[in-house]
């Protein structure tokens, strides 16, 4: 039936000088050799110019730096993290440490030798007199003679290098276990109360009788000098996310001492109450009540069909498919993840922290982009419940490689895409995550380019006609993240740009239901109210047009008054104008309101045919947002990253990183202080760095439920060619018509560049039977 279709596809659209009778082109299709359109091929291998210098640190590598760390003559007093307890010294995790830029170009551009990798190793140092976390990097590798261990420090600027304190350390599970006793305690004491507001019990995680569940929010400290825990209750389930019920506790539990931990009090009906006595008498005059009481069934959040909703006429059929009919247009270097595409050449790279990244982007053979990589994934949360008004999420936090996992064929990606693994450390072996990456070229769903000229008088209604097939190659994941799954699409389309684009779906982070805090969000079920926040993700563009000296150049768009003599009679009138200058220093910036101003980041030294700087633009897509707060106490120094739309810095290697992954529990004195890279340097002809951010004001809405949809919660950007070349980049493309007119008989004749059509069988598989399981090696 398929073959059919496509037959008549193509009758439907050969020129009418050009058609057999239908008989014969059936007769004609039939006898052919009708294969399988090329879905499962695989793309055509191309060897990289190099080997990746960026890619990850291979499982051998972890499995030694493991033992290393914890050889006797290191002197760490490590304990193995399976019996480790606060008060001692283990691993947290290892990661692939980052490579520094002049030491890469000279290998990548030059004939140095390959720069030798480096483990980053995060220790959580517990048996200290003065317990911290303390990042190292472990090199060279592999593990040899020559290999060290030295403290992480270089790259982080907020007065500790990469050391900080206890009380502002990951959330992990042995701090999870130190504070169950008093959690345990504390909600024991008021299990008749919680009975009989919201039939439910917390006797402890692992108590049978137990049938809440307990949340935690961050970030835990300001400064590093204290440490607390907030916690919401919810009932348990598949999409507890959205169940919540109106009751907290707040502990505090600052240092390794379990036993001076103590309760801060418990907060229900937005009311404060500092000892389970204060509760409960609260409780025996009736003060408490549950207004909105909230659903143990969970089915109406689920993510299934709904048969109560009925079937969309016509929705049996399947719907349409972008597949690569034909054949892969692109080539991948697997081992060394290197891929070209219609020009396009990229490595890829992936670490645990940041997930994946990008390297050497060049077009044409000419470097655009040396890293294209994500620094940051935030959402800050509003309220007047103390989960909600004090939430702040960094994702780097939770690892944000370590979620990246199985994509569906079909649906997260295009049929016949091909499918990567994710991979990254996790204790002493390499965790494996197949099917966590796809790339795939897709149909646009436009020309990027056409003209018809000629109507008057021609039967047809044109002389010539143009359109050429627009295309990109997308690299793409989907980091689960707790409740949020975001999908990150790396597109480089054929025109020579590059887009960059953002969607969010999974559960809302909700909050129990209160009628009169609509100011806060929606409310979108039975008890629960959509609680409103900001999701800003910040990225690194490290561009290096040509070559390292480039300017960030702005033109604005101003209006003046001017006269013109062939126009007396106007007198003075209004008139625009482009006002283009490069920007000398470093600062964080925003985008022009009406769009009136253009940057692009230029190579002044670099012209094209028309004596102009070679560039490219930057063009602000969908939702381009910046975090709304500015001095929240929860965000004040530990998010100015996100505080503006653009950024632009001079390139240094000690400053890799726009944000540290454990800043979110220092929000007063981060380990990362964004706002510390701007010291006046110059940025015009230099080796400059934009960091920009996309995300969206997440105004919540009944339509959430069950999950946000793709569709709505997006936002992009594009890189353009900005004087790049000297014309279009469409000429050399041979997926296109020109198709002309006979002006007396109206026959139409057309070049196609001698590429034909396809005629062939698409067969598609389940891509469920396809699904393969994760892998420790």
């Known amino acids: 039936m398929l073959a059919e279709s496509l037959v008549a596809a193509l009758l439907a659209i050969a020129p009418v000088s050009a058609r057999p009778e239908p008989d014969l082109w059936r007769r004609a299709v039939s006898a052919a050799d009708v294969r399988t359109c090329a879905l499962t091929d695989e793309a055509p291998h191309v060897k990289a110019p190099k080997t990746n210098a960026w890619a990850p640190i291979s499982p051998q590598d972890v499995k030694d730096v493991w033992k290393f760390v914890h050889a006797p003559e290191r002197a760490l007093n490590l304990t193995d993290p399976a019996n480790a307890t606060l008060t001692d010294n283990y691993v947290f995790l290892v990661d692939t440490l980052y490579l520094n830029k002049t030491q890469v170009l000279s290998y990548i551009d030059g004939d140095a030798a390959q720069p030798p990798k480096y483990a980053r190793v995060v220790i959580f140092e517990g048996g200290k007199e003065e317990p911290v976390s303390q990042e190292y990097m472990v090199g060279p590798l592999p593990v040899g003679v020559e290999t060290t261990i030295a403290p992480y420090d270089y790259p982080f600027n907020g007065g500790l290098g990469g050391k900080i304190p206890y009380d502002g350390r990951y959330m992990d599970g042995k701090r999870t276990a130190g504070y169950q006793p008093l959690l345990k305690q504390a909600m024991t004491d008021v299990a008749d109360i919680t009975k009989a507001l919201f039939n439910g019990t917390y006797y402890g995680a692992s108590d049978p009788r137990t049938d809440i569940v307990a949340a935690n929010t961050g970030p835990h400290s300001l400064d590093g000098s204290q440490s607390w825990i907030t916690i919401m209750f919810r009932y348990p389930g598949a999409a507890s996310y959205v169940t919540p019920i ?11 001492d379990i036993s001076k931990y103590t309760l801060r009090g418990y907060v229900t009906n937005t009311k404060f109450f500092k000892t389970a006595d204060e509760l409960r008498k609260a409780f025996e005059a009736g003060e408490i009540i549950s207004e909105f009481p909230q659903t143990r069934d969970q089915e109406w959040a689920l993510l299934k069909a709904v048969p109560e909703m009925g079937v ?19 080539k991948l270097d697997r081992e060394n993840q290197y891929v070209e595409f219609m020009g396009w050449s990229f490595y890829m790279s992936f670490t645990r922290i940041l997930g994946l990244m990008f390297y050497d982007i060049k077009f044409k053979g000419e470097r655009i982009i040396y890293e294209l990589s994500l620094q940051e994934a935030a959402a800050q949360y509003a309220g007047n419940q103390p989960k909600a008004a004090n939430t702040v999420y960094h994702d780097t936090y939770f690892s944000i490689g370590s979620t990246s996992a199985t994509l569906i064929e079909g649906f997260d990606c295009p049929f016949g895409a091909t499918m990567l693994n994710v991979t990254y450390p996790a204790n002493d072996v390499t965790d494996v995550h197949p099917q966590g990456i796809c790339l795939f070229e897709s149909d646009s769903g436009y020309p990027v380019a056409r003209h018809r000229y000629g109507s008057g008088g021609n039967p047809n209604g044109f002389s010539n006609i143009a359109a050429v097939k ?11 993240i707790g409740n949020y799954d975001y999908l990150f699409d790396y597109a480089f389309h054929v025109d020579g740009s590059i ?12 909050s129990p239901y209160y009628k009169d805090q609509t100011n806060f969000g929606a409310r979108v079920g039975l008890g629960t109210q959509g609680s409103f926040h900001d999701h800003i993700l910040s990225w690194k563009a490290d561009f290096d047009i040509i070559s390292t000296k480039n300017s960030l150049q702005r033109t604005d768009l ?4 001017q006269t013109q003599p062939w126009f007396p009679e106007l007198g003075e009138f209004e008139q625009m104008e482009l ?9 964080q910036f925003n985008w022009a309101q009406n769009g009136q101003s253009m940057f692009c980041v230029v190579n002044d030294e670099e012209k094209n045919s028309w004596g102009v700087s070679r560039g490219y633009r930057l063009v602000p897509g969908r939702s381009n947002v910046h975090l709304s707060t500015h001095n929240s106490p929860f965000s004040k120094h530990s998010s100015h990253i996100l505080k503006s739309h653009l950024a632009v810095t001079q390139h240094h290697d000690n400053e890799p990183y726009g944000n540290s992954w454990q800043n979110v529990n220092l929000p007063l004195k981060p380990q990362q202080d964004f706002s510390k890279l701007f010291n006046d340097e110059s940025v015009d002809g230099e080796d400059i760095v934009v960091w920009f951010n996309l995300g969206m004001h997440h105004y919540t809405r009944s339509e959430d439920i069950p999950v946000t949809l793709y569709s709505e919660a997006v936002s992009s950007i594009v890189f353009a060619p900005q004087n790049f070349h000297d014309r279009a980049q469409e000429g050399d493309l041979q997926n296109r018509r020109w198709i002309t007119s006979n002006a007396t008989t109206g026959e139409i004749t057309y070049e196609d560049q001698g590429l034909q059509l396809p005629t062939c069988k698409v067969a598609l598989e389940e891509p469920a039977t396809k699904i393969l399981p994760w892998l420790k090696i």
């Open 499 to 510: 887009e960059i684009e953002v969607r969010a779906s999974g559960y809302l982070q909700s």
């Open 246 to 256: 109106d009751f907290y506790i707040i502990l505090d539990i600052t240092g390794t």
């Open 312 to 330: 969309r006429d016509l929705d049996d059929r399947i719907a349409p498919q972008s597949i690569e009919i034909g054949g892969k247009r692109y």
């Open 470 to 480: 627009s295309s990109a190659l997308h690299a793409r994941t989907i980091a689960t």
């Open 558 to 561: 101003i209006v003046v008054n």
């Open 579 to 587: 006002k283009a200058y490069n920007m000398e220093k470093e600062q």
